[in-house]
């Protein structure tokens, strides 16, 4: 079975978020369930020159008037189309905030663009390459299965949300921009509000929605969780479903990590410290028993980073240190940097993302720090739980699913895996340190929360089993499935 999977970013090429690691060990979990997958991703610097090693596989003279071209790019695991238009993706910044943390102004066209050619590969115009269903994920792609079903493509397209917080709202007056007729811009589509809103249509346009976790499914069917697309969901919702995400064993493996000073496994946990202290020497925190906190995150409102700010000083006041990696919003930036800087060798904080640190960070902080207001799934806490390092979440989607609390039951049955805490408050978030800070001083606990967490398994391995089964069954019914194996589209 051939699958397009059409992405804003994807790992380890582009990454900003959890997005880039699904969408980049997806495909590779989707293999052993007879899946072959290709992803289109816009052509952003990162990827030149190894995709422009050979000739183009189609050009376009307009697309959303501007020439683009689709080249291919295959790595050990993935095969990439690469939509190459260097007026939309050759400048500097982020896939969405230009160098200024600004976003790009037209950033409803640089993914429009992206969205059509999915829906023209879908259609047919790549010569030798056609695939049996279209994967889309989050609003910069959803645009994909309006395109298609506005071109009389019935090929089944699965939407995944990985946040409904973001939903690629525009004004109405760009529809004729977007190539799509006035009809278009109706309740049943694109309307949003007065605006258009690129997920609602794909919301209503796709065969399948997915979200990212069982309880995220559920929740965003709610005033609270829905962000203003509650009614929208309701109206699909029997072509709702969750499906957890997993982690890549192959990149997160505490057994055979080469970004650790030190690996280890279950049975070598002592080996940690050497983790441990490397990263305190590397952060300027005190070599003392206080365990470290640690969060590697956005830094949002939505993460909770406001909460952690202020409950900093509790935390360092009751003995621990704490370790903040990640970017966001200036006024948290700052929150937590005078935080750092009012308890120095107690509190270091890292403004900006590192894949080398944030594993390391993984495997020597004790505790994972996530008090999201919301969570669709989380990774960070899975990464976690594999590298020893004990979840601290908020009980919300994916944190509620994937971390045990330890109360009294859980610890009297030994099956706990981390702390939750609710209500979702800096209160709360103080009382889950507490918790972890009583437990941490009692290192039989502690080894028992610690070990329970890393026999946890969370690859993608039953996850992909799920995406094939749909998969399948929608190509199934629309006589798509071509029930052959895929021809490299090189060749």
């Known amino acids: 079975m051939k699958v397009l999977s059409v992405t804003s970013e994807v790992y380890p090429y582009i990454k900003t978020g959890g997005l880039a690691d699904v969408t980049g060990s997806l495909p590779k979990a989707l293999k052993s369930f007879g899946v072959d997958s290709v992803t289109l991703v816009p052509g952003y610097p990162v990827f030149f020159p190894m995709a422009y090693a050979s000739e183009p596989l189609f050009e376009f003279d307009d697309l959303l008037g501007e020439r683009a071209a689709i080249r291919f790019l295959q790595s050990a695991d993935l095969m990439l189309f690469i939509l190459d238009i260097p007026a939309l993706y050759d400048r500097p910044g982020t896939p969405y905030l230009d160098e200024h943390g600004i976003d790009h ?11 059509l050619a999915a829906a023209l590969i879908a259609s047919g115009e790549l010569p030798g390459w056609q695939p049996d269903l279209v994967h889309t994920h989050d609003w910069q792609s959803a645009l994909t299965s309006v395109y298609m079903r506005e071109m009389g ?3 089944p397209v699965v939407l995944t949300i990985h946040n409904i917080a973001f939903q690629g709202q525009y004004p109405a007056t760009l529809v004729p921009y977007l190539h799509l007729p006035p009809s278009a811009n109706n309740v049943g589509c694109l309307e949003y509000y007065g605006d258009i809103s690129f997920l609602k249509g794909g919301l209503m346009t796709s065969d399948v929605i997915t979200t990212v976790s069982p309880t995220y499914a559920r929740e965003i069917l709610t005033p609270r969780f829905g962000m203003g697309m509650e009614g929208v969901l309701k109206v ?14 192959d990149v997160w493996n505490p057994e055979t990590d080469e970004l650790l ?19 305190e020497q590397r952060l300027g925190l005190d070599d003392d028993g206080g365990p470290i906190f640690s969060a590697i995150s956005r830094l949002t409102w939505q993460k909770g980073m406001d909460m952690l700010a202020y409950a900093s000083d509790y935390l360092v006041f009751s003995g621990g240190k704490l370790i903040v990696c990640g970017k966001g919003d200036a006024d948290i930036e700052r929150m937590l940097l005078e935080a750092a800087e009012k308890h120095p060798g107690r509190i270091a904080v890292n403004i900006g993302y590192s894949e080398e640190l944030a594993h390391l960070i993984h495997g020597g902080s004790d505790a994972i720090i996530q008090p999201s207001r919301f969570e669709p799934c989380g990774l960070t806490q899975l990464y976690g739980l594999r590298y020893g390092s004990i979840p601290v979440v908020s009980r919300t989607g994916g944190l509620a699913e994937t971390v045990i609390d330890a109360n009294d039951a859980a610890m009297n049955a030994q099956v706990a895996t981390g702390f939750q805490f609710h209500p979702v408050t800096t209160e709360g978030l103080c009382h889950a340190i507490r918790r972890a800070m009583d437990t941490y001083n009692n290192p039989k606990q502690w080894q028992q929360v610690q070990t329970q967490g890393m026999k946890a398994r969370f690859s993608w391995e039953r996850s ?9 069954s929608l190509a199934r019914k629309s006589g798509t499935s071509s029930g052959v194996e895929m021809q490299r589209a090189t060749g």
């Not at 029997?238 to 064993?249: A, Q, T, V």
């Not at 279950?266 to 080996?271: E, I, M, P, Q, T």
């Not at 992909?464 to 399948?472: E, N, T, V």
């Open 464 to 472: 992909a089993g799920q995406y094939a089964s749909l998969f399948r």
């Open 236 to 249: 699909r919702r029997d072509s709702l479903r969750g499906i957890l995400n997993g982690i890549d064993d």
């Open 261 to 279: 000073p030190q690996t280890f496994d279950l049975a070598n946990v002592d080996l940690r410290r050497k983790n441990r202290r490397r990263l």
């Open 105 to 115: 102004p037209d950033n409803w066209k640089r993914f429009a663009a992206l969205s």
């Open 153 to 155: 493509c019935e090929k």
